[in-house]
Nanobody, 126 residues
Framework: QAQLVASGGGLVQPGGSLRLSCRAS????????IGWFRQAPGKEREGVSC?????????YYAESVKGRFTIFRDNTDNTVYLQMNNLKLEDTGFYYC??????????????????WGQGTQVTVSS
């Protein structure tokens, strides 16, 4: 069964770090883009970061996370990570990973994905 499983969320203080992971099973993400999206209570889902297929030639970050978040993938393990440093209160939200074609996933608004992960909660609070 094809699925994306996200993990790594939790409660962290402002300035802290978390690393989210998204592991694909049942299919290969080698030739697919992978992205992270988040949704805060009462707000619309927004794109956080998105990267092209295994050549990693194109990587996007939302302006609000540039310099603090890093997306990277382990092609040997079919897993993509989101390293989040210097977390802020406004980073709180439910984080989803998704995979699909680069243009549909990383450029289009709203994004269109082949698969969505189940998400993981990130709470930044003092």
């Amino acid at each position: 069964q094809a699925q994306l499983v996200a993990s790594g969320g939790g409660l962290v203080q402002p300035g802290g770090s978390l690393r989210l992971s998204c592991r694909a099973s049942g299919f290969s993400t080698d030739y697919l883009a992978i992205g992270w999206f988040r949704q805060a209570p009462g707000k619309e889902r927004e794109g956080v970061s998105c990267m092209s297929d295994r050549d990693n030639s194109r990587i996007y970050y939302a302006e609000s996370v540039k310099g603090r978040f890093t997306i990277f993938r382990d092609n040997t393990d079919n897993t993509v990570y989101l390293q989040m440093n210097n977390l802020k209160l406004e980073d709180t939200g439910f984080y989803y990973c998704a995979t699909g074609g680069f243009k549909a996933l990383c450029v289009s608004n709203p994004p269109s994905a082949d698969y969505w992960g189940q998400g993981t909660q990130v709470t930044v609070s003092s």
